[in-house]
C-alpha cells in the first residue's frame, strides 16, 4: 500500500509505516509543498499524512483516487480539510491530539504569560543591546501571574491542561467559557463557568483553546476587545482566525488592552492580514509573537508523527481510526 507524506516529519512515525510494509513517499524539499505537484503525487494513494500547510479539498480527494481510505492530519486543528468532501467519498480524516501536544500547546500558552507579565522579550532586548545602565527601581516594571484570573474560552484538552497547571501551580482564579459547562474542572480547579463577556471583563489575561470553526471565527472582535480591562493580555495559540488581528491592532494601538501573546495568525506566515497592521505587531513590545510553534516539541512533534502513523495503520487494517476528526 502507498503512503504520500507532504513533508518530512519528525521519524517516530515514518519507522512504523515502513515497519509495516508500505511504500512510502516523502515530499523532499522542506517547504509547503506546491498545489500542483500535491495532485500528481497523490494519485493513486490508499492514505496521504498532511500537514496544516496543505489545503486538503476534494480536488485533492479526486486527484488521489478511489483507493484512498485515510488523510492523517499532522495536527490537533484540521481546517485545511474539508471534512464533508471526504466523508462523501468515504475517506476517513484522522487529527494528533496526543497527550503530549495537549501539554506542550498548554505549556506554550503559559510560557506567553509569564513572557508578556515579566517583559521577558523586551528585557532580554534592552540587556542585550547594552541598554541596561544599572539597577533602577522603576526598570521594566511588569506584573504578577499569582493569583490573578485566567479567562480560558474552550476547555478541550489543551484548555484543560493550562487550567490544571495554572491553578496546581500559580494559585490562579479561573473562569472559563465553552459550548457547555465542564463539571470535573469547576470540581477539581474551582474554574467558574460564566458567558464569554463576563470573561472578557473580569480576566486579566485571556487564553484561546477552542478550534477554528465558522462560529469561532473572529469570536473575538472589537466589540469584545472594548469588554477587556485596559491592563489584560490576550493569548492565542489556538488558529489566527479566531481573533480579528485588525481589531486588534486599533486595541493595542489605543491602549485598550495591556498586550498580546501570539502563536498564530491570519493569513499566516503573516502576522496579520494588512500589512500596516503586521508591522505595527512586529515593533509593538507588548506584544509578543511566536512562528506557530506552540507543539514545537521533540517530544509533541514525535507523539504527532506516531499518532498519525498509527491512524493511518488502523484504518489500512480496517480497523476504527484511533483519533478520528469530528
Ligand atoms: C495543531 O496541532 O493544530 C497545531 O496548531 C500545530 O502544531
Known amino acids: 500500500m502507498k503512503i504520500f507524506i507532504t513533508r518530512r516529519i519528525p521519524d517516530a512515525g515514518i519507522k512504523l509505516l515502513k515497519a509495516a510494509g508500505y511504500s512510502v513517499d516523502i515530499y523532499k524539499e522542506d517547504r509547503v509543498i506546491p498545489r500542483k505537484e500535491l495532485l500528481k503525487r497523490v494519485t493513486g494513494c490508499d492514505a496521504i499524512l ?27 486543528g484540521f481546517d485545511n480539510i474539508d471534512l464533508s468532501a471526504a466523508k462523501k467519498r468515504g475517506v476517513i480524516v484522522t487529527n494528533t491530539p496526543a497527550p503530549e ?24 532586548h534592552i540587556t542585550r543591546n547594552n541598554k541596561y545602565h544599572g539597577w533602577d527601581p522603576n526598570l521594566l516594571l511588569g506584573t504578577d ?45 474551582h474554574a467558574t463557568y460564566v458567558p464569554l463577556e463576563k470573561l472578557l471583563a473580569q480576566s ?6 477552542v478550534p477554528l470553526v465558522p462560529a469561532t471565527h473572529h469570536l473575538i472582535n472589537a466589540k469584545r476587545l472594548q469588554l477587556m480591562k485596559k491592563t489584560a493580555y490576550l493569548i492565542n495559540t489556538a488558529r489566527g482566525p479566531v481573533i480579528d488581528s485588525h481589531a486588534l491592532v486599533q486595541a493595542l494601538k489605543a491602549k485598550r488592552i495591556a498586550g498580546a501573546g ?51 495503520i488502523a484504518v489500512l487494517s480496517e480497523k476504527p481510526a484511533l483519533t478520528p476528526a469530528r
Open 204 to 209: 486579566d489575561f485571556v487564553s484561546l483553546h
Open 145 to 189: 501571574v499569582i493569583g490573578k484570573t485566567v479567562g480560558v474560552i474552550g476547555t478541550g484538552r489543551i484548555g484543560a491542561n493550562l487550567i490544571r497547571r495554572l491553578v496546581d501551580g500559580f494559585d490562579i482564579r479561573i473562569l472559563y467559557s465553552d459550548v457547555q459547562p465542564n463539571k470535573e474542572l469547576e470540581k477539581k480547579y
Open 101 to 124: 501536544v495537549s501539554e506542550t500547546v498548554a505549556e506554550h500558552a503559559i510560557a506567553l504569560i509569564f513572557a508578556l507579565a515579566h517583559r521577558i522579550v523586551e528585557a532580554d
Open 50 to 76: 498532511s500537514l496544516l500547510t496543505d489545503k486538503i479539498d476534494d480536488g485533492v480527494l479526486k486527484a488521489a483516487g478511489p483507493k484512498l481510505k485515510v488523510i492523517a492530519n499532522y495536527a490537533v
Open 262 to 312: 501570539l502563536d498564530v495568525f491570519e493569513g499566516e506566515p503573516q502576522f496579520a492580514l494588512k500589512k500596516q497592521d503586521s508591522a505595527y505587531l512586529q515593533q509593538a513590545w507588548n506584544v509578543i509573537l511566536t512562528p506557530h510553534t506552540a507543539s514545537a516539541t521533540i517530544e509533541a512533534r514525535q507523539a504527532m508523527s506516531k499518532l498519525a502513523a498509527d491512524n493511518i
